[in-house]
């Protein structure tokens, strides 16, 4: 099968296409699935390059989000049969391992994947839409949602908002009712942020944000509830940190699920302790996350914002996109 391989750490060029890498097969409670979308995440890059402390068996192949069609079942497949659409959640919940990082991933024509971790695709969500969820709306679902528990009484300050977590805490944001206001680095992505329903938009002004949001809603008070926003969505780290905290008003809560930007940024505890400030952190997705997603797709109340689709032999190229900070929403691959 045609697949995109990963031999060695390394740049962009350390990710190849194969045009004659094995096909998987079917073991005890398998399935193989017929590769249609692929989104591609930041984690990509983590793996392309390596991680301390994770060691990757070679050769890999990398795509954390699969969406497809079964092609082929093995013994105690269960009600699994052929054709059926299916979404593989990256996580496996019982032998262990991520998909697209230490078990092949989708990247490639086929896919090989345990039953347990299949979720069957609504009729009226496309295998794009789909394979669109698990990494960037999952985690933005468990954070904005199980964690952040954020309601129509909040006003969000979302950075990072034009990526695939970003545009997915925007959508969910509004769909509670929040007032939301986004950090973007372009005038184009700001624009389109408000086209997606952001209610303000303003650049990050040399990581001097929160000023911004003190012309919005006024400095936040020591004695009061007056000024600044109620949650910030920060999964960049680095130098956003302490802007962050001071954008949130008293008994304000930051939350948090990656740091792309940095993860041992400066911080200032007093800003915590003066504001009694919440520091709440969200690690990935559960299944409940991913089939609520896909039943907002199919009533029509969400519909995740995809930059792009290319085919497998543009992959180097599309998460070149994602490195560069060049995409807006989710870069997909059809195989």
């Known amino acids: 099968m045609r697949a995109v391989v990963l031999r060695e750490h390394g740049g962009p060029d350390a990710l190849s296409l194969e045009k004659d890498f094995p096909d998987p097969g079917c073991g005890h409670g398998e399935v193989v699935v017929r590769v249609r979308s692929t989104s591609l995440n930041y984690h990509d890059i983590f793996t392309r390059n390596g991680m301390p402390g994770i060691r990757i068996a070679m050769p890999m192949i990398c795509g954390l989000d699969v969406a497809g069609e079964i092609a082929e079942t093995g013994p105690d497949a269960g009600p699994w049969k052929p054709g059926d659409r299916v979404l593989i959640d990256p996580r496996n919940r019982v032998e262990g391992g991520l998909v697209g990082e230490t078990i092949h991933g989708g990247l490639a024509e086929y896919c090989r994947a345990p039953t347990h971790q299949l979720v069957r695709i609504p009729d009226g969500v496309s295998f794009d839409q789909a394979a669109s969820l698990p990494v960037a709306y999952g985690t933005a679902h ?11 009484d909040d006003r969000v300050l979302i950075l990072g908002a034009s990526g695939g977590v970003g545009t997915g805490a925007l959508l969910l944001a509004r ?5 939301v206001v986004v950090c973007a680095s372009s005038s184009e992505k700001m624009q389109r ?3 997606l329903g952001a209610d303000h938009a303003m650049s990050y002004m040399d990581n001097e944000f929160h000023k911004g949001v003190y012309q919005l809603y006024g400095k936040p008070a020591r004695r009061s509830f007056d000024g600044g926003v109620t949650m910030v969505v920060n999964f960049t780290g680095g130098e956003t940190w302490v802007p962050g905290l001071r954008s949130l008003r008293r008994g304000g809560r930051m939350l948090t699920c990656g740091a792309t930007a940095g993860f041992d940024p400066k911080t200032d505890i007093r800003f915590i302790w003066t504001f009694e400030l919440q520091i709440l952190g969200s690690n990935s997705w559960e299944r409940d996350d991913l089939a609520a997603l896909m039943n907002y797709i199919r009533d029509g109340r969400m519909a995740p914002v995809i930059d792009r689709a290319l085919p497998l032999e543009q992959a180097q190229e599309g998460i070149r996109l994602i490195e560069d900070r060049e995409v807006f929403g989710k870069v997909v691959i059809n195989p």
């Open 175 to 179: 769909m509670a009712g929040a007032e």
């Open 193 to 195: 942020l408000r086209e």
């Open 142 to 152: 468990r954070m904005m949602l199980t964690i952040g528990n954020v309601t129509a």
